[in-house]
């Protein structure tokens, strides 16, 4: 049966802790919780012990002759600390071992995730940054904070996210050691193979205002480009979402950009650019190519069109900026980021799908191309997927009758040779 270690520490969202370990139990994972000290002020041991079934300890003292403080770490598939607060993250940063969890810390083998919970001075002050800088570069996987209500009526970063969007995330990494355990390249399972790598990844379809309550939107849902986001944290990227319209949540663990047009899009992708620079740019984003010339205010009628009872408005189109051309234009002759497009195409007959990749490839300049075509409605919402991955230096990855999660690791699996071939 997988094991976690589930720890928590003491700030307010320890309750929230409550709902993480109901949901990996039912997901039928054997559970073991560690509490600090200063966890067990906001919630006590009782809750922790029945609803895991088994007994809870904070110190290496209770039950020595199991010598708790190493076999809980060696025996641990996913050590999951939610929620960490600043002083947690400085003594894991500085490796101390003053309890029972930052022991197992110490002792644990396998992925460890954190999801930070504090105020957001504290989330943003140096000393938690540098901490956390350290914990990413052992190949510890950092949750970005939630952006929200925090304790008081303030907001800002440093809420812990979603306790079935936590969950996820530590589902994804026990399958990802799965899925590298059986990869035969022999990749280290202690330590996240994307540690270090930033990435900008747009998702979602845009909407185009058309008057005040109507748009020219799209039909794409987000699961492609959710699902990257989703295999890239969960091999230690840090990942920085500009969303647009999507039917399902974002995941744990990424920095959000919310982007409603092409216009949004533009500028979001630009500043998290400039910001992060990061080593990837994923453009897989449905982004308008057209959009209402002249939005109208307020909501167009039928009485404005006058008397005639068939009347009908005429919406008079204008193109979008590409901004996959641009974000290619800018990072100009320098090596930049490696920059990600999608092509959703419909081939005609004869033609195949890999050169209308490679055509838009050096269309656009970029330097891959994920494709897949989009014949008889295929793709849009759906779960599974056929991908091309098409390079600039002509290399094509097929990804055939694949869920959207094995085909966004084909992409990663590309990307972290390209992005170790420009370090
Ligand atoms: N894209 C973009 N900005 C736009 C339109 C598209 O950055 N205004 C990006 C998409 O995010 C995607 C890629 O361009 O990564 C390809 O989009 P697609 O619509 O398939 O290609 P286009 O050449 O824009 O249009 P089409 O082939 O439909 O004429």
Not at 19 to 26: D, G, P, S, T, V
Not at 255 to 273: G, K, L, S
């Amino acid at each position: 049966m997988t094991s976690v270690v589930l720890g928590v520490t003491g700030g307010i969202a320890a309750y929230k802790a409550v709902e993480l370990l109901r949901l990996l139990r039912e997901s039928g994972i054997d559970v073991t919780v560690v509490p600090t000290q200063s966890a067990l002020r906001f919630v006590g041991e009782p809750t922790w012990s029945a609803l895991s079934g088994k007994p809870v300890a904070t110190d290496v003292w209770t039950d020595a002759h199991q010598v708790p403080h190493v076999a809980l770490g060696q025996g641990a598939d996913l050590v999951l600390i939610a929620p960490a607060t600043a002083d947690f993250l400085a003594r894991a940063a500085h490796g101390m071992a003053s309890d029972l969890l930052t022991n197992v810390l110490l002792t644990a083998r396998c992925p460890v995730i954190v999801a930070p919970a504090m105020h957001t001075e504290m989330w943003q002050h140096p000393a938690t940054s540098a901490n956390v800088a350290t914990l990413r570069a052992r190949g510890v996987i950092v949750v970005e904070p939630s952006v929200g209500r925090l304790t008081g009526t303030d907001t800002g970063p440093g809420r812990l996210p979603d306790p079935a969007r936590l969950v996820e995330l530590a589902l994804d990494v026990l399958r990802d050691q799965v899925r590298r355990t059986a990869d035969l390249t022999g990749a280290d399972l202690t330590g996240a193979d994307l540690t270090g790598v930033r990435a900008v990844v747009s998702v979602g379809g845009t909407r185009e205002p058309w008057d005040d309550v109507r748009f020219l939107g799209n039909r794409s849902s987000g699961k492609q480009g959710f699902a990257i986001v989703r295999s890239a944290l969960t091999r230690g990227a840090e990942v920085t979402v500009v969303v647009g319209h999507v039917d399902e949540p974002v995941p744990a663990g990424c920095a959000v950009i919310e982007a409603a047009t092409a216009e949004d899009m533009r500028q979001a992708m630009h500043a998290a650019v400039a910001d992060i620079d990061p080593h990837v740019v994923i453009m897989a984003a449905a982004v308008a190519d057209f959009r209402p010339a002249r939005g109208a205010t307020g909501k167009i009628t039928k009485e404005s069109l006058g008397e005639d009872p068939t009347a009908v408005p005429e919406v008079l189109l204008e193109r979008t900026t590409d901004v996959l051309v641009e974000l290619v234009s800018k990072r100009g002759s320098a090596p930049g980021p490696v920059i990600v497009g999608f092509a959703a195409e419909a081939p005609g007959e004869g033609e195949a799908l890999g050169d209308r990749a490679m055509a838009k490839l050096q269309r656009k300049g970029c330097d891959l191309v994920v494709a897949n075509a989009i014949t008889g409605g295929a793709v849009f919402g759906q779960d599974a997927t056929n991908v091309l991955i098409v390079g600039a230096d002509g290399v094509v990855t097929e990804v055939a009758n694949a869920s959207k999660a094995q085909a966004a690791h084909a992409l990663w699996d590309t990307l972290s040779r390209l992005i170790a071939a420009r370090r």
